[in-house]
């Protein structure tokens, strides 16, 4: 007899994602909660343990120049409204 432990499964039992890498969607998904303050204690330690920076920060600044954008066009067309 040997004393062999079981095989860790590589995927997370909790998301159900490989150990090793986050997927695209999962750092949308964070920057977004994140942005809006609602990111859980669990994925936040998900993305700071089996995730870069690169990849948060790149999401980070798309997602406010997005964001800033959003408000520009809105602010225009108000301003078009009232004028109108």
Do not use: C, W, Y
Request: neutral net charge; proline residues 4%; without cysteine.
């Amino acid at each position: 007899m040997t004393d062999a432990k079981p095989e860790e499964s590589a995927k997370d039992p909790q998301d159900g994602q490989d150990r090793g890498s986050l997927t695209f969607f999962s750092v949308v998904m964070s920057t977004l909660a994140a942005a809006i303050g609602v990111q859980s204690k669990a994925n936040k330690e998900r993305d700071f343990k089996h995730g870069s920076a690169g990849p948060f920060i790149v999401a980070g600044l798309i997602f406010t120049a997005l964001f800033v954008g959003t408000l520009v066009l809105i602010v225009r067309f108000v301003l078009s409204a009232a004028g109108a």
